[in-house]
């Protein structure tokens, strides 16, 4: 099989670009796991992945290509208006699972998707290929200059250009990673008819395409430009990069509140990757800046990002411990993706403790034992998570979730010359062909805390063996030993220790990695606090609720945990003086990792808590943030925490359903349509409104609502719109302004006949006036 060829020429433009410090990563192929979670989680997603039927997610493609399909659509996202986004996702997922395991039925499964799609492709005539229903009337249109974009739709698809770059992210996967020649070129061709489809627009016309949410296509030309050396797909690169968001990174400014978090990370992945090619150090600063400021400011503990799928404001945490949709998946994928080209560019173990804390927390927890994935990781205490249904969910985080597990093994080592890299400390082997050298690292960790590596030569031979030094590792205590021989290792400045010297077969380093347990706080400042061993968080499982939807049905809201939430005030509540509380955690089971949290909780009900690795509880409620409270703040803390959350929790039990305007996954839940309407933020919250109308499908559940509630900003005025439900007009608003400078609700009562399962709401703008900023639609009994 081919080496990973665009893989190696940018790690040598890197080189070039930011000096001899840049590292090359090894194939997959070269990398093999063994047993462990990570092998265990690796055969779950490869078994999930042979049992989908190709024939149907190769549905979309077919149909838009005039061909008669071989069976019946996947449903789900698939089949209502993202058809097809799978199917790239997939063929990336193959092309991983094959280089990372070598199966043969998965490189014959990939190469029956290539084989159908080509089909497609040819039918297509032009170069297209995707599964956008309608798609190549809309390109026609776009094509022409006619362009209607918006954060989530596009001339009134489903994000067209997020749909499209995964099946081109396929193609080059399938070429880069797996050696499939047939992939390369028809991306070559699928890339040739984008340029065409772009070649009359201007600049700014480009620019407007990119308000819609585009995935990493930047990232994939770039690539293409990587394969080819043809500066034309370099030039379309850069032009489907959003200004918008470049900018302010150039200027090192954080302007992400608000901002739907997955759109923006894959830009940025893109930013890098064209910053390498095209040895721009102010994209790679910007690329770098952007990193800095998610993890550092805007990253909880398990390593996942953003709220309801949104960057919340960098120092109020609140929603993320409030609200039951936390952390996505989907952008912890994109945040490792740009934390491994970041960190080959200039290795660090500043980047390695969040890939490894990312990849323990959140990816590895992100799939059930027996096949599904996880949308959202809720941080609120005694939440829970949903799992995809395997043969009826297909949401965006299933999708990355086919790829996630099979690619473990892509930074366990990296290499420089003849420098080898041992990066994290997972059970796997290493064959570099290339020098001869076969190591095997064998580990329990996380639960001892030990690895050992040991060589396998063709003859001795001089290379340094650099591992790295992590940041939860106490200064001075990790040790070296080398055939039973403690050794001092070289300390270096990037975070990493070093041993240069002539290696033998048989040679054995056993390299000591002591974890401590440790507190973290919310990043800020807010009195919640999370426990770790070492690298690991600790959760604690409760058992005070049931969880109704553990398997996600099909619809477009099945991903939500959508079971009763627990009230704040009832969390599990810590006290203690903040610099020593985690001494205050006691480990009682040394080979699992379990710990007693009993002279840190405050209450007596929970004193027989037990912490243990949170990557380990699945279909559970658990705390990972616990409230926290000094013992003198105590009681005011206490009757805080209940008074704010009352009327939340009343609220809450009377919603049916409720809509988070301007937010992109809800308004497409409930089937948002509209025309001349924009959406954005005011004080870090969002909104909708319009100059003519939009509405949205809210489902009445057992027919218990009879009263939508709306949220408005009491200084908003000169504002007329009608509300109107299925068809019927039920209220004209007049706004005034009168309400000052705070946001405020307004329940307005729907008559008992138009009480239905699905209600259709509808703003329409008064003549001459508009829509006011709408700030949540609620269905309440």
Not at 134 to 144: C, F, L, Y
Not at 170 to 180: K, Q, R
């Amino acid at each position: 099989m081919k080496k990973i060829i665009a893989t190696v020429l940018i790690s040598a433009l890197c080189g070039s670009v930011f000096g001899q410090t840049a590292l090359q990563p090894f194939s997959l192929t070269e990398v093999r796991l063994l047993d462990g979670p990570f092998k265990q989680a690796q055969e779950t997603d490869k078994k999930y992945m042979l049992s989908l039927d190709p024939d149907r997610l190769l549905v979309p493609y077919l149909r838009e290509a005039g061909l008669k399909p071989k069976a019946a659509s996947y449903g789900n996202w698939e089949n209502t208006g993202l058809d097809g986004h799978i199917g790239g996702h997939y063929l990336s997922a193959l092309a991983l699972m094959y280089a990372a395991t070598g199966d043969i039925k998965v490189k014959e499964r990939m190469e029956y998707m290539i084989a159908e799609l080509d089909k497609c492709q040819l039918q297509n005539g032009d170069g297209y290929l995707a599964g956008i229903p309608g798609g190549k009337q809309m390109w026609k249109e776009i094509k022409a200059g006619n362009i209607k974009s918006s954060s989530f739709s596009l001339n009134g698809k489903w994000v067209p250009l997020y749909n499209i770059h995964k099946i081109y992210a396929g193609l080059y996967d399938a070429y880069a990673i797996a050696g499939n020649a047939k992939a390369k070129q028809m991306l070559l061709k699928l890339t040739d008819w984008c340029i065409d489809m772009v070649s009359n627009l201007s600049d700014q016309q480009v620019q407007e395409l990119l308000k819609s949410e585009h995935g990493g296509l930047n990232e994939t030309f770039a690539h293409v430009y990587a394969i080819t050396g043809n500066p034309k797909y370099l030039q379309l690169a850069k032009r489907f990069s959003d200004q918008s968001i470049l900018n302010p990174l150039l200027k090192n400014t954080d302007a992400l509140n608000g901002l739907h978090a997955n759109t923006q990370i894959p830009k940025v992945i893109g930013f890098e990757q064209i910053a390498l090619l095209d040895k721009d150090a102010a994209w790679a600063d910007a690329a770098a800046f952007f990193w800095k400021t998610v993890v550092e400011h805007r990253t909880v503990a398990i390593g996942g990002n953003s709220v309801r799928e949104h960057f919340h404001p960098a120092n109020n945490f609140s929603s993320m411990t409030e609200s039951r949709e936390g952390p996505e998946t989907c952008n912890s994928y994109n945040m490792l993706k740009l934390t491994k080209q970041l960190f080959l560019a200039a290795p660090s173990n500043t980047y390695l403790d969040y890939y490894e804390r990312t990849l323990y927390n959140h990816i590895l927890s992100s799939q059930r034992p027996e096949g599904g994935f996880v949308y959202f990781t809720p941080m609120r205490p005694g939440h829970y998570r949903t799992y995809s249904s395997p043969q009826e969910s297909f949401w965006c985080c299933v999708g990355s979730g086919l790829e996630n597990h099979g690619k473990y093994g892509e930074l366990i080592y990296a290499h420089r010359a003849n420098d080898l890299y041992v990066n994290l400390f997972i059970p796997s082997t290493l064959n570099w062909k290339e020098k001869g050298i076969r190591l095997t690292q064998q580990t329990l960790f996380p639960d001892a805390e030990y690895t050992t590596v040991k060589l396998q030569l063709k003859s001795k031979q001089r290379f340094a063996l650099h591992f790295r030094r992590p940041a939860w590792a106490a200064q001075g205590e990790m040790a070296v030993l080398i055939n039973g021989k403690k050794v001092t290792a070289k300390s270096e400045a990037n975070g990493f220790a070093s041993i240069d010297r002539i290696w033998s077969t048989g040679d054995v380093i056993k390299i000591s990695l002591p974890m401590h347990t440790t507190t973290e706080f919310m990043p800020d400042g807010s009195d919640w606090v999370a426990f770790l061993h070492g690298p690991v968080v600790l959760a604690a499982e409760l058992d005070t609720l049931n969880q109704p939807n553990l398997t996600a049905d099909g619809s477009r809201m099945g991903h939500i945990a959508s079971g009763a939430l627990l009230p704040i005030a009832d969390a599990p509540l810590v006290t203690g003086a903040k610099n020593t509380l985690a001494n205050e955690i006691m480990l009682t089971d040394k080979n699992n990792l379990t710990f007693n949290a009993q002279n840190a909780i405050f209450q007596p009900k929970y004193k027989s808590l037990k912490l243990v690795p949170f990557y380990t509880l699945a279909e559970k409620r658990y705390v990972v943030y616990f409230p926290y409270s000094s013992a003198e703040a105590l009681p005011a803390r206490a009757k805080a925490i209940k008074q704010a959350e009352e009327e939340k929790m009343k609220m809450e039990q009377k919603t049916v359903d409720l809509i988070n305007t301007g937010e992109q996954q809800p308004e497409s839940d409930h089937n948002f349509k509209g025309e001349q309407t924009d959406n954005g933020t005011y004080q870090e919250r969002h909104f909708r409104n319009g100059k003519a109308w939009f509405s949205y499908v809210l489902k009445n559940k057992e027919l218990s609502a009879n009263k939508l509630v709306l949220t408005y900003f009491g200084q908003e005025k000169n504002k007329n719109f009608s509300i109107l439900i299925n068809g019927v007009t039920i209220d004209n608003v007049k706004l005034d302004g009168g309400k000052g400078n705070v946001f405020f609700t307004q329940e307005y009562q729907i008559p008992k006949e138009l009480l239905k399962g699905e209600l259709e709401v509808k703003f329409v703008a008064g003549e001459g006036s508009a829509i006011a900023n709408i700030y949540e639609v609620r269905l309440v009994k």
